[in-house]
């Protein structure tokens, strides 16, 4: 019987994100594989890990093409991005622990190319702008992964509603991101 290596990765990032600490037997049985089976696929965890790298780094460069980050304005942007990586954000939690992806000299080039694009989407609502100059486009990059995560490890603790990801990231990010134009005085 063949195995759908997609189906074992997708496996592997359910239970992982529920459970960062599975054991390969236990994303073996989550796949409904035997460990050996999975080990000719993936021969340790940092294999695995790896392969799950190169799937979160797809799909989130696919929600970014979706998200047609140059289109409208860079608010109206960010609420697309958010809303087409929610169903990523789970793989991207799990993926943003794993302190080995991004250190060294072997850090996997798509996660620069994913910076990119994102800094510089809030690079063009600074020009324009919308969001604050006081704050570099990478910390607002950072700031929005590290939304993301929480956001997904509160909807799966069951405290936080699905329903409510979007608009709480959204809501939190660009409420500080967004420039607070001081009032005019009026003249007497």
Request: hydrophobic share 45%; charged share 25%; proline share 2%.
């Amino acid at each position: 019987m063949a195995v759908d290596r997609d189906h074992v990765l997708r496996s592997a990032a359910a239970l992982l994100t529920r459970k960062s600490t599975a054991t390969m037997d236990e994303v073996a049985k989550a796949a409904g594989i035997s460990r050996a089976t999975l080990h000719r696929h993936f021969a340790g965890r940092d294999a695995l890990v790896r392969a799950l790298e190169a799937l979160g780094i797809e799909e989130c460069e696919a929600a970014l093409d979706a998200a047609d980050l140059d289109a409208g304005t860079a608010t109206d942007a960010v609420r697309r991005l958010v809303r087409e990586v929610e169903p990523a954000a789970g793989l991207l939690a799990f993926l943003y622990t794993e302190n080995q992806l991004f250190e060294g000299e072997e850090q996997h080039a798509g996660w620069t190319r994913i910076d990119d694009r994102i800094g510089a989407l809030f690079r063009r609502g600074q020009l324009s702008g919308e969001f604050r100059i006081d704050l570099t486009p990478a910390w607002l990059t950072e700031a929005l992964y590290g939304l993301l995560a929480s956001g997904a490890w509160l909807v799966q603790s069951g405290k936080g509603a699905p329903k409510d990801f979007q608009h709480m990231i959204v809501g939190l990010l660009l409420g500080g991101a967004l420039r607070h134009h001081a009032p005019q005085r009026e003249e007497s």
